[in-house]
């Protein structure tokens, strides 16, 4: 229950983060390679930038919600440099595959997710009304 009260309570800015994280990990999964120093770069910037977004937000308490930005601010910039070196070459439009077939995959999954944002803010309504 806790799980579907958190999703149905996403503000629309979130659930647009959760479809470019689900876009990115299709994207990852279909692209991926083994190569430690894309993966090490990919870190370095995420410290660089990551540290950086911290200065310029810094922010009192530490609470859980804190946690989850101060991990966003770190995690955007790692997954951006990760994703620009995994398709470097290979026909991309910013983030579209040039193939049609991996684009309709990325798609479908975040479609999928909101799905289930529909179902758990209909779920969420109905505890609501419940009690």
């Known amino acids: 229950m ?3 009260r958190h999703f149905a309570r996403l503000p629309a800015g979130l ?4 479809l470019f994280l689900i876009w990115y990990l ?9 190569s430690p120093r894309l993966w090490l770069n990919a870190l ?9 977004l911290m200065l310029s937000v810094h922010h009192s308490g530490s609470t859980a919600r804190e946690f989850w930005r101060v991990f966003r601010l ?9 994703f620009s070196a995994l398709v470097r070459g290979s026909g991309f439009y ?11 995959i990325a798609l479908a999954g975040c479609l999928i997710f909101l799905g289930w944002i529909a179902f ?6 109905k505890m609501e009304k419940t009690g």
């Open 15 to 18: 659930v647009l983060l959760w």
């Open 44 to 52: 370095a910037m995420s410290a660089i930038v990551g540290s950086a």
């Open 2 to 4: 806790v799980l579907i």
């Open 26 to 34: 299709v994207m990852v999964i279909l692209y991926f390679e083994t």
């Open 120 to 125: 758990a803010r209909m779920c969420d309504r």
């Open 94 to 104: 910013a983030i579209f595959a040039p193939s049609l077939k991996e684009n309709l």
């Open 74 to 82: 770190y995690a955007i910039p790692f997954c951006v440099s990760s």
